[in-house]
């Protein structure tokens, strides 16, 4: 007889990030509802993690943690975990009910000014030689079989490769570009760890939502005369832009 009754595994899962640059909650609050209210479908019961790296010490000890978590649950948000506060800030942030989640590691100045050397000799040797703008050395995922309304799919660390159609309803999810070799339906979200040069090709464009490195676009009938169509969707600047694929 097997006696578990539970499993606990770590997954990589999407999570929108909520950095703050002011404690003014009504503030806050109303752009929150603005952002949500363009893309409900996006935001409605999504997570956030808060992120409080751009609040120095003193500004930070205005925050109403408590009155925060409010906000973000009557805005139709689940709130994950506060990060970036100092040490003997935390004890705070677990009395508010927030769970206390590790900052992004920071470099320090001697490590930034050795990668803006790096970056520097980077630019000049690719400004001598040809080079592939994307890394080579992607893995990439084929995904054989349609993704149902419901269904997930999240390729961590390459590009998505779709042999058929994806329905409303449901994700498709990749670090590099998607290509969908189908009908495109649901939301598709390319570059979701901010690879701007990501891409999304289909052979069928009726997707619910399109997103690239986090800029996103709620398809709409109006929105393009490509819809049905095949397509390719790239990011310019801040600005999705689709183009007919021939």
């Not at 409900?40 to 943690?65: A, I, K, Q, R, Y």
């Not at 649950?73 to 506060?85: I, K």
């Not at 400004?127 to 703008?133: C, G, L, N, Q, R």
Request: charged residues 25%; contains cysteine; aromatic residues 4%.
């Amino acid at each position: 007889m097997n006696d578990t009754v539970m499993e606990i595994k770590g997954e990589m899962s999407m999570l929108n990030v909520l950095h703050l640059h002011s404690t003014d909650l009504q503030g806050i609050g109303e752009q929150l509802q603005k952002k949500r209210d363009e893309v409900p479908s996006f935001f409605m019961n999504s997570p956030v993690v808060v992120d409080c790296s751009g609040l120095d010490e003193h500004t930070l000890l205005d925050l109403d943690l408590a009155g925060l978590k409010t906000t973000l649950t009557d805005l139709m948000f689940v709130p994950v975990g506060v990060r970036g506060v100092p040490e003997e800030q935390q004890a705070t942030v677990t009395k508010a009910g927030w769970s206390v989640l590790r900052a992004k590691p920071k470099s320090n100045k001697a490590d930034a000014e050795a990668l803006d050397t790096e970056a520097e000799a980077e630019e000049q040797a690719q400004e001598a030689v040809a080079v592939v703008e994307r890394p080579i050395a992607q893995v990439s995922k084929v995904i054989e079989r349609p993704v149902r309304s419901g269904q997930q799919v999240f390729v961590e660390e390459g590009d998505a490769i779709l042999l058929t159609h994806t329905s409303a309803g449901s994700e498709v999810m990749a670090s590099g570009s998607i290509h969908g070799y189908g009908a495109l339906r649901g939301r598709v979200l390319a570059g979701v760890h901010g690879d701007t040069s990501a891409r999304i090709f289909c052979r069928s464009l009726d997707a619910e939502l399109i997103a690239i490195a986090g800029r996103y676009q709620l398809l709409d009938e109006g929105d393009t005369n490509l819809r049905g169509k095949p397509a390719m969707i790239r990011l310019d600047g801040e600005k999705l832009i689709i183009e007919a694929l021939e």
